[in-house]
């Protein structure tokens, strides 16, 4: 017999990064019990570790917000890639049934190849175009391997915890770029990680399982998220649209790879938060 789970603790693995922040001050904020390892805390790729780990706190929830995000060093170091995104999913999903837990895992919008022209639904099929997208595939089969498992596909974030793309549209700014060149071939759904963290913990309490996609509303191109940043930010920096042709990069990426939430709003009840909403927040917290 497995031990009982204590209710009422949840385990964020990756802590340190910009979702793990978000979602331990959530659920801090609930008056949950929480145990938020840093990767210096806990490495997921140890077997042994994760094992001990999740034995000594026997978590209900285990938040798998550890992760090899480097998009475009993925492509060059696939090995690395998959050892954290998929193989550690499966000491986490082994873990978690170990001790009876939910296992939540992130998952990515580059699942996918970008070939449709529709929100991509939970079920569509997948074919990720990128190392990194392969090795996210990876832990989302691993996580299935959890008796109880929930994976929440999510994009484009954004969140004072980390870097990212607002971040990079400030400094270009602020280093005087004018005009800014931005993709505008490329669509999808800007995401806060506030937001993000509150729609997990709703689909925990909505007892959520299988693959739901979050994301913030609405759609936009990465010229449209970027004119938004600066006209938020209060610059008058002209933002020029260019294709992604004009921007090779080492790792492809999905050319449309818009969430569909339908799912999600029929398991909660709520409706995704602005992604322009999430901007000004933001904004207003770093300065
Ligand atoms: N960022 C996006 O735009 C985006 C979009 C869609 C989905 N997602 C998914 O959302 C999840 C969270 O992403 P995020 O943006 O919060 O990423 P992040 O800021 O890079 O956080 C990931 C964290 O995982 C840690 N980590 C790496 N290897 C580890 C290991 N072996 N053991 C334990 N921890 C380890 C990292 O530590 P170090 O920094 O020390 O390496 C980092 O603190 C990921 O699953 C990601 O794939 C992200």
């Given at each position: 017999m497995p031990p009982a789970p204590s209710p009422s603790t949840w385990l964020i693995t990756g802590a340190g990064g910009m979702?793990?922040?978000?979602?331990?001050?959530?659920?801090?904020?609930?008056?949950?019990?929480?145990?938020?390892?840093?990767?210096?805390?806990?490495?997921?790729?140890?077997?042994?570790c994760?094992?001990?780990?999740?034995?000594?706190?026997?978590?209900?929830?285990?938040?798998?917000c550890a992760a090899y995000t480097k998009v475009d060093q993925a492509e060059t170091d696939e090995s690395a890639a998959?050892?954290?995104?998929?193989?550690?999913?499966?000491?986490?999903?082994?873990?978690?049934?170990e001790v009876g837990a939910l296992l939540v895992h992130l998952s990515t919008d580059f699942v996918f190849d970008g070939s449709k022209r529709t929100p991509y639904e939970p079920a569509d099929t997948t074919r990720p175009l990128s190392a990194y997208g392969r090795s996210k595939l990876l832990g989302e089969?691993?996580?299935?391997?959890?008796?109880?498992?929930?994976i929440v596909r999510t994009s484009w974030l954004f969140g004072v915890h980390g870097p990212n793309f607002v971040e990079a549209i400030?400094?270009?700014?602020?280093?005087?770029?004018?005009?800014?060149?931005?993709v505008s071939d490329q669509r999808g759904r800007p995401t806060y990680t506030p937001h993000l963290a509150q729609a997990i913990v709703r689909l925990v309490d909505a007892n959520a399982r299988g693959v739901v996609h979050y994301a913030d509303a609405d759609e936009c191109s990465w010229f449209d998220f970027a004119s938004a940043i600066a006209e938020e930010a209060g610059s008058d920096v002209t933002v020029k649209p260019v294709t992604s042709d004009e921007f090779p990069r080492p790792a492809v990426r999905p050319a449309y790879s818009v969430l569909s939430t339908r799912r999600y709003e029929q398991l909660t009840g709520a409706t995704p938060e602005s992604w322009r909403a999430g901007l000004r927040e933001y904004l207003s917290l770093r300065a």
């Open positions: 979702v793990g922040h978000d979602l331990r001050a959530t659920l801090d904020a609930r008056g949950e019990r929480v145990v938020a390892l840093r990767r210096d805390e806990l490495d997921v790729t140890n077997a042994r994760v094992e001990q780990c999740v034995t000594e706190h026997t978590p209900a929830v285990i938040l798998n998959n050892a954290i995104n998929g193989s550690a999913v499966e000491l986490l999903a082994h873990a978690a049934n089969i691993a996580a299935t391997h959890a008796e109880r498992h929930l400030r400094n270009q700014i602020r280093k005087g770029t004018n005009p800014l060149r931005v």
